[in-house]
């Protein structure tokens, strides 16, 4: 049952085809028609009746590359696995060059529910060397990946599965509600083509304790005579989303090929019954919208998608709750999450963590329940397997947790259950252990000039005093590192000539972290005749023309000057100050003088010590280059001898 859900949700409503082939007959031209009309099911996405037809055509010994191709899709969609990789196999040996990429695929997937996983990695291998556009997770050491983190889970069958189908639970009020397809009474007019079974509805444990409790089908307008399935309600337990066949008061709707696709539907609790059944805005008639589930604080409704920009079969997508029947664009959650094959039934807890099942994650066969930390619209974190005995080589799907109890269910169509799909409870003795990787960037600069300082060293230190990683500044001063953001963690920048300095990390999942550091000199490494400006790496001080007032652009660098001086107290300087050639010498060395009187009186306003200063005035008699009188120069090379310099003569 679990399959008409999962592989690419589509889904058909017709009545049981029964479908008599004439054992005797061996006409050629009649084993195409019986084909034909196998092929058509099969186009219908009515895999059960299609499997008949096409394994009565190879038994009579007629066979090719597409009949193959079908017979092995149509055992593959309905999770009989054992038969889908004996069809791959005879499909892989008799038509090597006429395979396309997506059936090595499938053939892995299937030889791995077989527990097959040496000649799975073989044909994985061969998969990837294909020029495919269906992108999946592929990890020759998954294995021992996955047992690494595998037995930190005890499970056992839940109470109330029933030889039917069972699955999808989700938490409501103090029990769950679960779809099942075990009300007998229907009609087989009412069961689907896919699989033969039938429909399903919506039940709950009706009970303050679900060890006591009975189970009942949801009252209201919820279940219909089509599928619904996977729930979610909200905290207040006045509205659900669902997963519905597209139907809708009394009718149903197809797309041009006669699909009846998946919907999400949301329903009010009014008196006691689930009324007032709303179709959401983004469903289409002509792709499926499926397995609903909130973010923790329900602004956000997570759900599953074939639509167009999907990277697989199905994909993960997320749109904003605005309000009043509005939604926010929808967003599919990326590469790293998503797939070119299946990602689905999605599940979130208190603190960000997304479960979800795939088989375009390296995993143990069918589906497998996967883990990864999201936050801040991010989703590029790593993709964890849970492990067994949750996972196995069949599907395993449908996993939610409560965070406080350490106890949750997960569904699976594994041997040795009461149905075809079952439930099934598990309790946590571990935690999960998730990789939570964050990037810091930052700049480092000189605390005083607050140049950049391009070869500055900054490391990962762990709360052990272990360095865990380290780069150098580039050229803009500029650093990019990666932590471990489930832990601790200084940030250490340090340079010669420089007192190092760090920042204290908590854990804290997000958004890139920026962490910029001001770097003090550890001594003012200059003597006497230096100047300071070039040791503090100042832009240069200068002045208009004519004048001897500071600058707005030159205060700023003064007050580096000063705060230097504050820093070091025992250091004196001398300003020294300059004109350019323009004028007589007599004019440039008065006007010199009263630009060094200015810097040093402005310095003293700002509290520096006139004990600490000097200046003096040079005029024209010491350029910094050609322009001398009658020289000609551009007015950008006469500023530069217009200056200040800061001497250190103590």
């Known amino acids: 049952m679990i399959r008409i859900l999962l592989s690419i949700l589509f889904m058909l409503v017709g009545g049981m085809i029964c479908i008599s082939a004439q054992e005797e007959e061996t006409d050629y031209k009649l084993e195409e028609r ?21 394994k009565k055509v190879l038994d009579k010994g007629y066979t090719s590359s597409d009949l193959l191709k079908r017979l092995g899709n149509s055992y593959y969609f ?6 889908a990789a004996n069809v791959y196999q005879k499909l892989v040996e008799s038509y090597p060059d006429d395979i396309e990429a997506d059936y090595f695929f499938r053939y892995a997937q299937s030889l791995k529910t077989l527990g097959k996983y040496d000649k799975s990695v073989e044909v994985m291998q061969k998969f990837k060397q294909m020029a495919s556009t269906l992108e999946v997770d592929f990890d020759a050491d998954y294995l021992e990946k996955i047992e690494a ?19 999808a639970a989700s938490f409501y009020e103090e029990g769950l509600i679960f779809a099942s397809d075990r009300d007998t009474g229907n009609l087989a007019r009412y069961r689907h083509t896919w699989n033969a079974k039938d429909f399903l509805d919506l039940y709950k444990v009706d009970a303050d304790s679900i060890s006591n409790g009975t189970v009942v089908k949801l009252q209201g307008d919820v279940n219909t005579r089509l599928h619904e399935s996977t729930s979610v309600v909200t905290k207040d337990g006045t509205i659900i989303y669902f ?3 597209n139907f809708l008061d009394g009718k149903k709707f197809k797309d041009e090929k006669g699909v009846i696709r998946l919907k999400i539907y949301s329903a009010d609790l009014i008196e006691g019954e689930w009324t007032n059944i709303v179709e959401l805005p983004f469903n289409n008639d002509s792709y499926s919208v499926a397995h609903p589930v909130l973010s923790p604080d329900e602004k956000r409704l997570y759900f599953v998608s074939d639509m167009p920009g999907s990277y697989g079969e199905s994909d993960i997508f997320m749109t904003e709750i605005i309000g009043d029947g509005t939604y926010g664009p929808v967003v599919n959650l990326g590469k790293n999450i998503n797939t070119g094959a299946r990602e689905t039934f999605p599940f979130i807890t208190p603190d960000g963590v997304l479960y979800f099942s795939s088989d375009g994650h390296s995993g143990l066969g069918g589906l497998d329940v996967f883990a990864t930390k999201i936050a801040f619209d991010e989703y590029d974190q790593p993709i964890v397997n849970v492990g067994r005995p949750v996972n196995g080589p069949t599907d395993d799907f449908a996993f939610i947790i409560d965070n406080e109890k350490k106890e949750g269910y997960f569904s699976s169509d594994r041997e040795g259950g009461l149905g075809e799909d079952d439930i099934y409870r598990f309790s946590e003795k571990n935690p999960l252990v998730l990789d939570c990787i964050q990037e810091v960037t930052g700049t480092v600069r000189d605390r005083i000039s607050n140049e950049v300082l391009a070869g500055a060293t900054v490391k990962i230190i762990d709360e052990e005093n272990k360095e865990v990683s380290t780069t150098i500044t580039d050229a803009k001063g500029n650093y990019v590192l ?6 601790g963690n200084f940030v250490r920048a340090s340079r010669d000539g420089y007192v190092p300095a760090e ?13 910029d550091f001001y770097l003090e000199r550890d001594v003012v490494t200059g003597g006497f005749g230096d100047d300071l400006a070039k040791l503090l790496q100042l832009s240069t001080i200068y002045f208009d023309l004519n004048k001897y007032d500071i600058r707005p652009d030159a205060e700023i660098e003064i007050q580096k000057v000063i705060v230097a001086m504050e820093k070091y107290p025992s250091l004196k300087i001398k300003v020294n100050s300059h004109t350019d050639s323009r004028g007589n010498d007599a004019y440039n060395l008065w006007l010199s003088k009263k630009r060094a009187e200015s810097t040093v009186a402005y310095m003293i306003s700002k509290g520096i010590s006139k004990e600490r200063l000097q200046g003096e005035g040079y005029g024209e008699t010491r350029l ?13 090379k006469h500023q530069l001898n217009r200056r200040s310099e800061f001497i250190i003569f103590e």
């Open 34 to 54: 019986v084909k034909a009309k196998a092929d058509e099911r099969y186009d219908e996405y009515s895999f059960s009746p299609a499997i008949d037809i096409y």
């Open 78 to 83: 309905n999770a009989k696995y054992e038969e």
């Open 149 to 167: 983190n595998s037995g930190r889970y005890e499970i056992e069958p839940f109470q109330y599965n029933s030889k039917y189908s069972d699955f």
């Open 243 to 245: 997963t519905r066949n």
């Open 482 to 487: 990666q932590l471990d953001c489930s832990k």
């Open 503 to 515: 920042e204290y990390l908590t854990k804290s999942y997000g958004k890139p972290r920026i962490v």
């Open 624 to 636: 910094v280059n050609e322009c001398s009188n009658g020289t000609p120069c551009s007015k950008d």
